[in-house]
């Protein structure tokens, strides 16, 4: 049987492991650059070379099929999350559900993924910014094969309603959760350096298992102020079982990472989080594995994974975080989407 990744939490992080300011585009961006070109260059050659030997349908099957592929596999992780939902206390979606949450996947995901990820991942830089001390800042976590360029539209309204934020790039891509630690740190050490403040920490999917694995360390306890997750596996996945790389082990159910982690968390830190899940989530289902007793669980029906992070609702959420004092963000920026 092979063992489990690091069963028990790294030590605390240390300076020297924290992201320099100016980083690279990260590794993540380079090999979606090399699949997104690759892909694209490959349908070109097919359709080009059936087509030149007259066999047009071949050259438009083929093409469509390599830059469209991706489809069939998210139907596939439908499939799969419709037939696993087993006794689970969420609503079992409808297949009006499934099929507009399939199309909203298939449409966000090559925006995501071949886009903003690869190519306009430091389009938003931080803006810890100076002359903001008193007003609370914002902290991007990203999930799984995802870089900072995920928020990129978050990224556009907080730098348009000059809101401090970080967004971290959460590398080892293929790494242990446990080697992120350092990369939070550094992001909240800047926040609080230049707001006074606790920041407020978005994550998206593995973000927030990463943010918890860095709240369990000592003496972090009052060093976030609250918490979003938006399709977080805190109880791990079913999908998992299938993962080959660390910390996709680590997000299988019930692992020995999540029974340590959770050892080591107060009880009433979950009434710190606001947790969105769906039971259309393609990647994290059941759907109650993306909720936490004691916290705000929020229900968003009929939404992928990687589309909840577009959604309004986590967005909102946010605002009705910062609207606290002077705290908040400017009227024009409210019912964004």
């Given at each position: 049987?092979?063992?489990?990744?690091?069963?028990?939490?790294?030590?605390?992080?240390?300076?020297?492991?924290?992201?320099?300011?100016?980083?690279s585009?990260?590794a993540l961006?380079?090999?979606?650059q090399?699949?997104?070109v690759g892909?694209?260059l490959?349908?070109?050659?097919?359709a080009?070379?059936?087509a030149?030997?007259?066999?047009?349908?071949w050259?438009f099957?083929?093409?469509?099929?390599?830059?469209?592929?991706?489809a069939?596999v998210?139907?596939?992780?439908?499939?799969?999350?419709?037939r696993?939902?087993g006794?689970?206390?969420?609503?079992?979606?409808?297949?009006?559900?499934?099929?507009?949450?399939?199309?909203?996947?298939v449409?966000t995901?090559?925006?995501v993924?071949?886009?903003?990820q690869?190519?306009?991942?430091?389009?938003?830089?931080?803006?810890?910014?100076a002359?903001?001390?008193?007003?609370?800042?914002v902290?991007?976590?990203h999930?799984?094969?995802?870089?900072?360029?995920l928020?990129?539209?978050?990224?556009q309204?907080?730098?348009a309603?000059?809101?401090?934020?970080?967004?971290?790039?959460?590398?080892?891509v293929?790494?242990?959760?446990?080697?992120?630690?350092?990369?939070?740190?550094?992001?909240?050490?800047?926040?609080?350096?230049?707001?006074?403040?606790?920041p407020?920490?978005?994550?998206?999917s593995?973000?927030?298992?990463?943010?918890?694995?860095?709240w369990?360390?000592?003496g972090?306890?009052?060093?976030v102020?609250?918490?979003?997750t938006?399709?977080?596996?805190?109880?791990g996945?079913?999908?998992?079982?299938?993962?080959?790389?660390?910390?996709?082990?680590?997000?299988?159910?019930?692992?020995?990472?999540l029974?340590?982690?959770?050892?080591?968390?107060?009880?009433?830190?979950?009434?710190?989080?606001?947790?969105?899940?769906?039971?259309?989530?393609?990647?994290?289902?059941?759907?109650?594995?993306?909720?936490?007793a004691?916290?705000d669980?929020?229900?968003?029906?009929?939404?992928?994974?990687?589309?909840?992070?577009?959604?309004?609702?986590?967005?909102?959420?946010?605002?009705?975080?910062?609207?606290?004092?002077?705290?908040?963000?400017?009227?024009?920026t409210?019912?964004?989407?």
């Amino acid at each position: 049987m092979k063992r489990e990744p690091d069963e028990t939490p790294a030590g605390p992080p240390r300076a020297a492991d924290a992201p320099r300011r100016h980083e690279s585009a990260g590794a993540l961006a380079r090999l979606q650059q090399c699949t997104t070109v690759g892909a694209l260059l490959l349908a070109v050659a097919w359709a080009w070379g059936f087509a030149s030997a007259g066999e047009v349908g071949w050259a438009f099957a083929g093409a469509l099929a390599i830059v469209g592929g991706y489809a069939a596999v998210l139907a596939l992780e439908f499939v799969l999350l419709h037939r696993v939902h087993g006794d689970d206390p969420a609503p079992r979606a409808a297949p009006r559900q499934l099929w507009r949450a399939w199309w909203g996947e298939v449409r966000t995901a090559p925006v995501v993924f071949c886009w903003r990820q690869p190519f306009l991942s430091r389009r938003f830089p931080d803006a810890p910014a100076a002359g903001v001390h008193g007003r609370r800042g914002v902290l991007l976590v990203h999930g799984f094969v995802c870089n900072r360029g995920l928020w990129n539209p978050w990224l556009q309204r907080l730098h348009a309603a000059r809101v401090p934020v970080v967004a971290v790039n959460l590398e080892p891509v293929f790494g242990s959760i446990d080697d992120y630690v350092p990369r939070i740190e550094a992001g909240v050490r800047a926040l609080h350096a230049h707001t006074g403040l606790a920041p407020l920490v978005v994550a998206h999917s593995m973000g927030g298992l990463a943010l918890r694995r860095w709240w369990a360390e000592p003496g972090n306890e009052e060093r976030v102020h609250r918490a979003i997750t938006i399709g977080t596996p805190h109880h791990g996945t079913w999908l998992a079982r299938f993962a080959l790389t660390p910390n996709a082990r680590q997000m299988r159910r019930d692992s020995r990472w999540l029974r340590a982690l959770a050892a080591r968390e107060p009880a009433a830190r979950a009434g710190r989080f606001t947790c969105f899940y769906s039971h259309c989530d393609n990647i994290v289902f059941p759907p109650s594995t993306a909720t936490l007793a004691g916290a705000d669980n929020r229900h968003l029906p009929g939404v992928a994974h990687v589309h909840m992070a577009d959604r309004p609702e986590p967005w909102l959420a946010l605002q009705e975080l910062l609207s606290d004092g002077a705290h908040g963000l400017s009227d024009g920026t409210r019912g964004s989407s």
